[in-house]
C-alpha cells in the first residue's frame, strides 16, 4: 500500500472520526516544529506526515479511495475542481489542518494559493510544500510575535520526598497522576497514568525531573509540563552535607581517653568496624574518606563520611577513681 496512513496515527483501521481527531490533536502537539527545536528536522517530516495521514482519512471521499488503490490511487485520482499537486491530489496545508484544531495559524500567514501557506511555498513542491525559509519564522515565533500560537502554561510542580538511603543507592518510583485533558470534541475529561521516575544515586534536594506534557490541558492551550522536584527526608542517624555524610557518636570519657571503635551500618546495609586511636577531645572530627553520598556527576566516587564526637564526662566518681585518674595521668 506504501505509506500507511493508519500506522501513522496509530489508530485501527476502523477508526472513526473522534478517534482520528485525538490521534491528530495527540500527535501534531508532541511533533509540531516549534514544540521540537532541538530536532526540528525529525519533527518537521513527522508533522507532515500525521498532517497528510489526517487530511486523507478524515475525508470519507479520499479515506474510501486510499482503502481501496492505496497512496497510488489517491495520486491517480485529484477530486473535482482541484489543481493537483505534486502528490496527485490537492492536500490541506499541515499549518491549516494544525489552525482548525489549535486556533488560527501560528503565524498570521495568508494563503499563496490553493491549500498552500506561504510558510510552505519556499521549494514549491510535495503535498504541504517545504520548510525553506522557515527558520525566519521560528525565530519570529520564539520571540514571541505568534501570538496566536496555543500557549504552554508553566509547569506544575510537586515535591518528591526521598529517604537518604534511596538517593544513596538509587530508586525506581511508580507514581499515580490524575490530571485534566482535552478530549476529540473539547471537552476536559479525567485521565490517570502511571509515571516512573528513576532516581539515580546521589541525587540532591532541589534535583527536578519532567514529564513534558502531563500537567493538566486547557482548551487551546499546549499541556503543562509535570515537575517533581526532590527533596530529603531527615534521617536518624545521618545527616547529609553537599556529598559528605556526617554522623555524630558519643564516646565514654575512658573510651576518649584509651581508644575505642565504632561500629557503622551504612546507608546500603555495609558494616563498618572503624578504629579511633587518637585521644577524643569535645568536638573532635574522625574523617572517614570515600564512605559518604555517592556523587552523581562522578559515578564510582563518593564523598567523606565525618564522625562528629561527644564526651560523655562521668557525674561523680568515687575516690578511689578520682585516685586512680589521678595516677593514670601522671597527676599524682
Avoid at 26 to 37: E, Y
Avoid at 149 to 171: D, F, R, V
Avoid at 310 to 319: A, D, I, R, S, Y
Wanted: aromatic letters at 8%; proline letters at 7%.
Amino acid at each position: 500500500m506504501g505509506v500507511d496512513y493508519y500506522n501513522i496515527l496509530n489508530v485501527e483501521k476502523g477508526a472513526t472520526e473522534d478517534d482520528l481527531k485525538k490521534a491528530y490533536r495527540k500527535l501534531a502537539m508532541k511533533w509540531h516544529p516549534d514544540k521540537n527545536p532541538n530536532n526540528k528536522q525529525e519533527a518537521e517530516t513527522k508533522f507532515k506526515e500525521i498532517s497528510e495521514a489526517y487530511d486523507v482519512l478524515s475525508d470519507p471521499q479520499k479515506r474510501q479511495i486510499y482503502d481501496q488503490h492505496g497512496e497510488e490511487g489517491l495520486k491517480d485520482t485529484p477530486p473535482p475542481g482541484s489543481t493537483g499537486s505534486q502528490n496527485g491530489f490537492n492536500s490541506r496545508n499541515a499549518e491549516d489542518i494544525f489552525a482548525e484544531f489549535f486556533g488560527s495559524s501560528p503565524f498570521g500567514f495568508g494563503s499563496s494559493g490553493p491549500g498552500r501557506s506561504t510558510r510552505f511555498s519556499s521549494d514549491g513542491g510535495g503535498m504541504f510544500g517545504g520548510f525553506g525559509g522557515g527558520d525566519n519564522v521560528y525565530r519570529n515565533y520564539s520571540d514571541g510575535t505568534g501570538a496566536n500560537m496555543p500557549k504552554k502554561p508553566p509547569p506544575a510542580e510537586s515535591k518528591l520526598p526521598c529517604s537518604l538511603e534511596e538517593l544513596y543507592n538509587g530508586s525506581t518510583r511508580k507514581m499515580k497522576i490524575s490530571r485534566q485533558v482535552v478530549d476529540a470534541n473539547g471537552r476536559l475529561v479525567p485521565e490517570t497514568e502511571i509515571l516512573t521516575i528513576d532516581i539515580k544515586p546521589g541525587w540532591k534536594k532541589g534535583t527536578k525531573i519532567t514529564f513534558q506534557d502531563k500537567g493538566n490541558e486547557q482548551p487551546n492551550q499546549l499541556a503543562a509540563d509535570l515537575v517533581f522536584v526532590i527533596d530529603e527526608k531527615p534521617h536518624n542517624i545521618f545527616k547529609r552535607d553537599g556529598n559528605d555524610l556526617i554522623m555524630n557518636y558519643s564516646v565514654t570519657l575512658a573510651e576518649a581517653i584509651g581508644g575505642t571503635s565504632l561500629d557503622v551500618t551504612t546507608l546500603d546495609k555495609r558494616k563498618l568496624s572503624i578504629p579511633v586511636k587518637d585521644i577524643v577531645n569535645p568536638g573532635y572530627e574522625l574523617v572517614v574518606s570515600r564512605e559518604g553520598m555517592p556523587i552523581a556527576k562522578e559515578p564510582g566516587n563518593r564523598g567523606d563520611l565525618k564522625i562528629c564526637f561527644e564526651v560523655k564526662f562521668p557525674v561523680k566518681l568515687t575516690p578511689e577513681q578520682r585516685a586512680g585518674l589521678k595516677r593514670a595521668l601522671g597527676g599524682g
